[in-house]
């Protein structure tokens, strides 16, 4: 179930663009455990290049039916790029003037291809966090109640739920054609929680004993698009679903680049979050008490190569 474009209008046929997105098997899955089957879903195709067009679509469309957006009030949300390039890049098909609150940290990539749609950037420390952008958001929004119409992709029930409708049925429908079977375990990880809460859900009413793990990156550096949660002052996302969570599995930038370079011997070109996913993912495996595991490859490597993640480490060959 995908959300739908205004009728009629220009951006239609982008939003028709969204989802249906290829579920891949992992192959480094195999190295770690025999038997065990590793898919994710290839989320960089869809037009705006990461997961998040996803629910942002589903966002945008019930806003504009809505009316929340007449008058030539902006749309005001806060990213840490993803979102924010969803936003500019469907406001703009849609004529919706959009703001981003984004983080100093965010890469170049992601922040050249949000102003390439129009979009208005507000660009804060980057020494203060995701956490202090979101605040910001709220500020904003609270001041200039005229001006904004704050989208809060971290309470929006359209968040979740667009992964409940779309991504997870897609899971289920892929995995039934391509293994027989429904996934035993779900890694994912929380930035807003939309993605978990709702692939979690819908697996969960699909098969009970569904095992839940989310990876939680480190305090500092940290990793773009995901929230340490538990820890003091930490934000938590009011549509996260906490009890959905069976495991919890830390994982280090360093980790997570690591595996990011591994995957693309496997032809798969992913950012840092999908990276930490993979290596929660493999974690699982190994210990052997899952057969089929589903996760996700939320976006390009693309997006990071400003970051010099992708910077070689070995001579050229000769």
């Known amino acids: 179930m995908k959300a739908e474009a205004v009728p009629g209008h220009a951006g239609e046929a982008l939003f028709d663009a969204i989802g249906d997105t290829p579920l891949v098997e992992v192959r480094l899955a195999r190295e770690v455990a025999r038997g065990v089957r590793l898919f994710a879903k290839l989320e960089s195709v869809n037009p705006g290049g990461s997961i998040k067009d ?10 504009v039916k809505a009316g929340h957006l007449s008058g030539g009030r902006r749309l005001l949300d806060s990213s840490s790029g993803n979102a924010g390039i969803s936003y500019a890049m469907l406001g703009a098909a849609l004529g919706v003037p959009v703001s981003i609150v984004v983080p100093g940290n965010a890469s170049q990539e992601r922040l050249e291809r949000i102003a390439a749609h129009g979009a208005e950037l507000i660009i804060t420390d980057p020494l203060e966090g995701y956490d202090f952008a979101l605040r910001e958001a709220h500020r904003l929004a609270a001041e200039h ?46 930035g807003t929680g939309g993605t978990l809460t709702g692939v979690g859900r819908r697996l969960r009413e699909a098969r009970p004993d569904v095992h839940v793990a989310a990876v939680i990156p480190e305090t500092f550096p ?32 360093d980790e997570a680049l690591a595996m990011c370079r591994r995957l693309t011997a496997e032809g798969l070109f992913v950012g840092p979050s999908s990276g930490a996913f993979v ?40």
């Open 222 to 253: 940290g990793i773009e698009g995901l929230k340490p949660l538990g820890h003091p002052g930490d934000i938590v996302p009011k549509i996260l679903d906490e009890s959905l969570i069976d495991e919890r599995i830390p994982v280090t930038l």
């Open 54 to 63: 996803r629910p942002v679509a589903r966002m945008l469309t019930e806003a």
């Open 279 to 318: 290596h929660g993912a493999l974690e699982l495996a190994a210990s052997g008490r899952f057969s089929t595991i589903v996760t996700l490859l939320n976006d390009t490597g693309e997006r990071y190569v400003s970051t010099g993640m992708w910077e070689r480490s070995t001579a050229p060959v000769r």
């Open 145 to 190: 109640p005229d001006r904004y119409w704050y989208c809060d992709q971290y309470s929006n029930a359209d968040n979740w739920r667009a992964h409940y409708f779309g991504t997870a049925g897609e899971i289920l429908a892929q995995l039934a054609r391509q293994a027989g079977t429904t996934p035993d375990a779900l890694v994912a990880g929380v």
